[in-house]
């Protein structure tokens, strides 16, 4: 897998992961989401990057443009609910993009240290022969994106694999990176060295869902 860690490079980017790290101005949901969403647009332009291209032309009032753009085979897949903000950001970018949503919660039965990922609620298109970009703001164990990946199996097998996060661990990286195929990529705002024993990303930010959108009485 490769592996784009934005925070290598010194960015305007890195303004917006400090305000929703802080537990301060993260109580402020609506600039949280907003801040999440700008990190999609950075994260969406730099994978941009990375896409396949074909020449087209560009009729103007006064002439013709020669440029390249970028084929319109990308599928966007977010996973609910704290994938949402993220989506949109990167939506705001491959705006011609299909669109696919699927829910992925963990699921505590015995204790809070111990969980599966259950997956539920799925719309896609088909995928075969597509770009596929799989997005979720927070990539802790990396259970969620791989059993996510699982689930969309049987919509076809997409040409190139892009997922996409906010905040990472490393343990989650290392799943992930062990579980997709090396040709695919990842691209990271941050990654953290730990998870707490709840499994949550250690400094991390707490519930991206939560802090988007609301408390929830589930847990």
């Given at each position: 897998?490769h ?7 010194p960015s305007?980017l890195n303004s917006?992961i ?13 600039r949280?989401?907003r801040?999440?969403?700008r990190?999609g647009e ?9 896409l396949n291209y074909e020449a087209h032309q560009v ?7 020669d440029?390249?753009?970028h084929?319109?085979?990308?599928v ?5 609910r704290?994938?949402?903000?993220l989506?949109?950001g990167?939506?705001?970018y491959?705006d ?5 949503f699927?829910?992925a919660y963990?699921q505590?039965k ?5 969980f599966e990922?259950?997956v539920?609620?799925?719309?896609c298109p ?6 596929l970009?799989?997005a979720d703001?927070m990539?802790a164990?990396?259970?969620?994106m791989?059993a ?7 919509f076809g097998t997409?040409?190139e694999?892009?997922?996409?996060s906010?905040?990472?661990a490393q ?6 990176t ?12 941050a990654?953290?060295?730990t998870?707490n024993?709840k499994?949550y990303?250690?400094?991390?930010l707490g519930d ?8 929830k009485?589930q847990?």
């Open positions: 897998m592996i784009h860690n934005l925070s290598e490079t305007i917006f400090s305000e929703i790290r802080d537990k301060n101005i993260q109580n402020d949901s609506m949280f989401r801040n999440i969403e990190i950075i994260l969406g332009y730099e994978l941009s990057k990375s009729e103007t009032p006064l002439g013709t443009s440029t390249v753009l084929k319109k085979d990308i966007l897949c977010s996973i609910l704290a994938g949402v903000p989506h949109n990167l939506l705001n491959f011609s993009a299909e669109n696919a699927i829910s963990r505590h015995h204790n809070p240290e111990s990922i259950v539920e609620y799925l719309a088909s995928l075969e022969n597509k770009t970009i799989l703001p990539l164990t990396g259970q969620s791989v996510t990946f699982e689930a969309l199996k049987p997409p040409k694999v892009h997922l996409v906010v905040i990472g343990k989650g990286v290392d799943l992930v062990e579980e997709f195929g090396s040709d695919s990529h990842l691209w990271i705002a990654i953290d060295e998870l024993n499994g990303i250690i400094p991390g991206a869902g939560d802090l988007a959108f609301g408390n009485l847990q």
